[in-house]
């Protein structure tokens, strides 16, 4: 008797480091990952637009969903590129973008997701790795709210736009992943 194939699982990790557009261009480049959704995600309403977002008044945050196979990259792994990826320690800001729209989070999706991101997060300042204290929100995750079709894979579609090659394209070179 023939042993039945494995079924490949998938976890999702939901992130929010800033623009979206940044946070999805260098996720979506890992090894493990198949999947980056830009959205929104923690704010009171589940019915609100974009431009309601960026208004800073919904307590929504611009993130990535992100559906990774655990096989090839783990939890903590994904976390190791969320913190390398922006800055943690800015409140409400990550570059010239400002609002709660932009704060840096993790949406855990199971405790053991808060276990480990608390605990990534803990080390993180335990190290010393920042001047500043890291100001992480670790939050239950709710309903994501996909971003606008445009939004989706916008380096990919837009790279030689100017937003895409003054910030994302630096950032990629800087975290060596440059296409």
């Given amino acids: 008797m023939t042993p039945e194939p494995k079924q490949a699982t998938t976890e999702v990790a939901t992130l929010g480091a800033g623009c979206y557009w940044c946070v999805e261009a260098v996720l979506e480049q890992l090894d493990g990952v198949s999947d980056v959704t830009s959205g929104f995600m923690g704010g009171q309403d589940d019915n609100v637009s974009y431009k309601q977002v ?3 008044t919904t307590g ?3 993130v ?3 559906t990774y196979d655990p096989a090839v990259i783990s939890y903590d792994e994904v976390l190791d590129w969320f913190w390398r990826l922006h800055d943690p320690t800015t409140l409400n800001r990550q570059g010239a973008d400002v609002g ?3 704060r840096s989070v993790i949406f855990f999706h199971s405790e053991e997701q808060a276990r480990i991101a608390r605990r990534s997060r803990d080390t993180l300042g335990e190290r010393g790795s920042y001047p500043d ?3 992480t929100e670790i939050s239950p995750a709710s309903v994501l709210i996909r971003a606008p079709g445009e939004h989706q894979n ?3 579609a837009n790279s030689s736009s100017g937003y895409c090659r003054a910030v994302i394209g630096p950032k990629l070179r800087k975290l060596g992943l440059e296409q």
């Fill in 100 to 102: 709660t729209q932009y």
């Fill in 54 to 56: 960026c208004s800073g």
């Fill in 60 to 62: 929504h945050a611009e």
């Fill in 133 to 135: 204290p890291v100001v």
């Fill in 154 to 156: 916008y380096y990919r």
């Fill in 64 to 66: 990535v969903q992100v």
